[in-house]
């Protein structure tokens, strides 16, 4: 009697491995995603974020893969190889940069630079700091050397350098030095450099150069820029994040990104979520019936399938109570 009960138990297993074999057979596997798909989604409508998961919850994962998580050292490398791929792809040679950035982006950006008080007051900020006074007057001061010395003839140049002392030239210097100094702060520091005017003439000479330069092709930044260049300003971003995640400054950034999220979405429904951030039916049930066919197909071959359906299924048709029934 027990021997019968085994072999039915055995053929009803059979019988419902092969039934789900066959819904998820290529002729049907279709039909059997959109059904599935509208379920979870009916079922998803009637259920809140904040029924499933906690801010905690989330909190513990984020931190987890953006904070504790030790970063691989094959990701520089990675990045190595599409910076490689993708500077040296040839389509670069065939679009211009303004093809790549519009020129509305760059007046939206520029009025967006040109409007916040950060720029003013960057610049005047600017104003104050020594370095940079010093970098504009040595430039200055280079300026008006070269012009010098290409507006003045070699043989004057040689005489006024052996009739002046050179202690009198090196005063010179230093003197011409610290008189540009001031005139530079005095010009960065008056209100006029900063007026609507001169603001507008600033952004229509700005435009001017952009409409130029736009014309280029995308190869020519790579006299700007080379390829190990970008390589090596990933590393250096990539060593900073790897510091700047364990700080407690990220830490607290990140908590208040969390709780301002679960805060928005916590009481919204999943489809509502979803829908939110412009993930429609359609877009998850083409994703759906692109990478289900192969994904199935493959465990079907290798029977993979089978295997897993009979490890979750079997132990049930075995028990002593499922064999009771029969």
Same mark, same amino acid.
């Given at each position: 009697?027990?021997?019968?009960?085994?072999?039915?138990?055995?053929?009803?297993?059979?019988?419902?491995?092969?039934?789900?074999?066959?819904?998820?057979?290529?002729?049907? =596997?279709?039909? $059997? &995603?959109?059904?599935?798909?509208? /379920? %979870?989604? #009916?079922?998803?409508?009637?259920?809140?974020? @904040?029924? !499933?998961?906690?801010?905690?919850?989330?909190?513990?994962?984020?931190?987890?893969?953006?904070?504790?998580?030790?970063?691989?050292?094959?990701?520089?490398?990675?990045?190595?190889?599409?910076?490689?791929?993708?500077?040296?792809?040839?389509?670069?040679?065939?679009?211009?940069?303004?093809?790549?950035?519009?020129?509305?982006?760059?007046?939206?950006?520029?009025?967006?630079?040109?409007?916040?008080?950060?720029?003013?007051?960057?610049?005047?900020?600017?104003?104050?700091?020594?370095?940079?006074?010093?970098?504009?007057?040595?430039?200055?001061?280079?300026?008006?050397?070269?012009?010098?010395?290409?507006?003045?003839?070699?043989?004057?140049?040689?005489?006024?350098?052996?009739?002046?002392?050179?202690?009198?030239?090196?005063?010179?210097?230093?003197? =011409?030095?610290? $008189? &540009?100094?001031?005139?530079?702060? /005095? %010009?960065? #520091?008056?209100?006029?450099?900063?007026?609507? @005017?001169? !603001?507008?003439?600033?952004?229509?000479?700005?435009?001017?150069?952009?409409?130029?330069?736009?014309?280029?092709?995308?190869?020519?930044?790579?006299?700007?820029?080379?390829?190990?260049?970008?390589?090596?300003?990933?590393?250096?971003?990539?060593?900073?994040?790897?510091?700047?995640?364990?700080?407690?400054?990220?830490?607290?950034?990140?908590?208040?990104?969390?709780?301002?999220?679960?805060?928005?979405?916590?009481?919204?429904?999943?489809?509502?979520?979803?829908?939110?951030?412009?993930?429609?039916?359609?877009?998850?049930?083409?994703?759906?019936?692109?990478?289900?066919?192969?994904?199935?197909?493959?465990?079907?071959?290798?029977?993979?399938?089978?295997?897993?359906?009979?490890?979750?299924?079997?132990?049930?048709?075995?028990?002593?109570?499922? =064999?009771?029934?029969?």
């Amino acid at each position: 009697m027990t021997d019968d009960k085994h072999k039915k138990a055995s053929r009803l297993l059979d019988a419902l491995v092969a039934h789900f074999q066959e819904q998820l057979a290529p002729a049907h =596997l279709d039909a $059997w &995603l959109e059904q599935e798909l509208d /379920a %979870l989604l #009916a079922q998803a409508a009637t259920v809140r974020l @904040d029924e !499933v998961v906690s801010a905690e919850q989330i909190n513990t994962t984020v931190r987890k893969y953006a904070v504790q998580m030790e970063l691989g050292g094959g990701i520089p490398e990675l990045v190595g190889d599409l910076v490689e791929r993708l500077y040296h792809h040839g389509i670069q040679e065939q679009r211009s940069i303004g093809e790549v950035v519009d020129e509305a982006t760059i007046t939206a950006l520029l009025d967006k630079i040109l409007e916040i008080p950060l720029s003013r007051r960057g610049i005047g900020w600017l104003s104050r700091n020594p370095v940079l006074l010093a970098l504009l007057a040595g430039g200055a001061q280079l300026g008006v050397k070269t012009w010098l010395h290409q507006g003045i003839p070699e043989s004057v140049r040689g005489l006024v350098g052996q009739r002046m002392p050179a202690r009198w030239r090196a005063s010179l210097e230093v003197r =011409l030095q610290e $008189w &540009l100094i001031e005139r530079v702060r /005095a %010009l960065m #520091a008056d209100p006029w450099l900063y007026s609507d @005017d001169n !603001v507008a003439s600033l952004r229509e000479l700005i435009l001017v150069a952009w409409q130029e330069f736009s014309e280029r092709p995308v190869t020519e930044l790579r006299e700007l820029l080379s390829s190990e260049d970008i390589q090596e300003l990933f590393v250096i971003g990539y060593d900073f994040w790897r510091q700047f995640r364990r700080s407690e400054y990220f830490a607290t950034l990140l908590d208040t990104a969390i709780g301002a999220f679960f805060e928005t979405y916590g009481r919204t429904t999943l489809v509502e979520m979803i829908d939110e951030v412009g993930i429609q039916r359609d877009d998850l049930l083409d994703d759906a019936r692109r990478f289900a066919p192969p994904v199935v197909e493959l465990l079907r071959e290798r029977g993979l399938l089978d295997a897993w359906l009979r490890r979750h299924l079997e132990p049930f048709f075995f028990k002593p109570e499922t =064999l009771a029934l029969l």
